[in-house]
């Protein structure tokens, strides 16, 4: 039964292997990030946090945490020298989902107003989908974009004045611009929200340089340690000080139990990596190869959620095609091409169809892609598609 289980491991290795991987959200990790995932430390219990960074009785539940203790600390550091802040860290969040709903909990109230992007526009499901805990729990108002789909900076605004939210949540899972995170900022100072970047997909570019960096604008900044940062999956709170007993008790007890302490020496491996020379000439890369592959799909003609891309993503909207972004996300995969259906601004499908698709750069610029192996690909898709109508 067991060989059954690596078989399905091979597969899948085999299929990541053979495959071009275009879906944003996705990379490849270091041997070192998988050995470090894959150690001992996975068999530790350490309930609470290390000792060092707490008073009276709040550190771990269980004994023999030494050495977590020192990895744990170490992992905060690092990711502290990544982005060059003095911002307290918390690295225990199983995900990014996980850190959303501690950020969430730890400033807010049941029924709270929070003003984000809705999935439509670029958003993610835990910056308030109705079927998400997010929109469950809070009172949600969307900013919108404009006719182009960028960011709509006066509704931001005119929003936050009108339902003075507690929070106000910048980020995105498919958005193709940079973010002003300073404009942002200043709108919740002037209504008296929290401010709170959710930089899940850009935190790689942040950290080379390649996008503007939240820190000191943002009260809470969460991110996930995969897509650009290229670490195992998991997420990270990042916090101003004064919050930092809120965002720890809202992450444990108050959300999570155990944290896992295998993943945590992951991340601390991936931390390391994105403090070197070689990790910001790699996410130059992304952005030069993701603008290049963005162009030429321009140039056949194809419409562009917002005209272009600044970043490692941009969306194709397939409306004039007559496809669905199911059919072509369905038929890529049978020529070995991977990536994701993607709601549009102005949806008219539900997101079980769609009607664009999402493309990244990351995972194969990893692999070695360069800006014209990624125009390559471009006009096999174009092929595939136009085969389809």
């Known amino acids: 039964m067991k060989s059954k289980v690596f078989d399905m491991i091979e597969k899948e290795r085999q299929r990541q292997e053979n495959n071009i991987e275009l879906i944003a959200s996705e990379n490849f990790v270091s041997d070192d990030v998988l050995r470090a995932v894959g150690s001992c430390l996975t068999n530790k219990y350490s309930e609470g946090y290390p000792t060092q960074r707490t008073s009276g009785n709040r550190g771990r539940y269980y004994g023999g945490c030494e050495n977590v203790d020192e990895l744990e600390e170490y992992c905060c550091s690092l990711w502290r020298q990544v982005f060059n802040t003095d911002y307290h860290v918390n690295v225990q969040p199983h995900s990014g989902a996980s850190a959303n709903l501690a950020a969430y909990m730890s400033v807010l109230k049941h029924g709270d107003t929070i003003l984000a992007m809705s999935l439509d526009n670029g958003g993610h499901l835990t910056h308030g989908s109705p079927v998400n805990f997010s929109g469950k729990l809070f009172n949600m108002v969307f900013y919108d974009v404009d006719a182009s789909g960028r960011i709509d900076m006066q509704d931001v605004r005119a929003k ?230």
């Open 160 to 389: 936050a004045d009108a339902c003075r939210p507690q929070l106000i949540l910048a980020g995105a899972s498919a958005y193709s611009r940079t973010i002003d995170f300073k404009a942002f900022s200043d709108i919740a100072k002037s209504c008296g929200a929290y401010f709170m970047v959710d930089m899940a997909h850009i935190a790689g570019l942040v950290a080379a340089g390649d996008h503007p960096s939240p820190f000191g604008l943002a009260d809470i900044i969460t991110t996930t340690t995969h897509k650009t940062l290229r670490g195992p999956r998991g997420g990270i709170i990042f916090c101003r000080p004064e919050l930092a007993s809120k965002i720890d008790s809202a992450v444990f007890p108050g959300c999570q139990g155990g944290p896992l302490e295998h993943v945590i020496a992951g991340k601390a491996i991936a931390a390391a990596e994105a403090c070197s020379p070689e990790f910001a000439e790699y996410i130059h890369n992304v952005v030069k190869n993701c603008k290049a592959m963005c162009d030429e799909f321009i140039s056949m003609g194809y419409h562009v959620v917002t005209g272009g891309t600044d970043n490692h993503l941009f969306l194709l909207d397939l409306t004039e095609t007559g496809l669905t972004g199911k059919d072509v996300q369905n038929e890529l995969d049978k020529h070995r091409i991977t990536l994701n259906k993607n709601c549009i601004p102005g949806e008219t499908r539900p997101p079980q169809l769609a009607s664009g698709v999402r493309i990244g750069t990351a995972a194969m610029t990893t692999k070695g892609y360069t800006a014209s192996d990624f125009v390559k690909v471009a006009h096999k898709i174009d092929d595939i598609i136009r085969s389809m109508k």
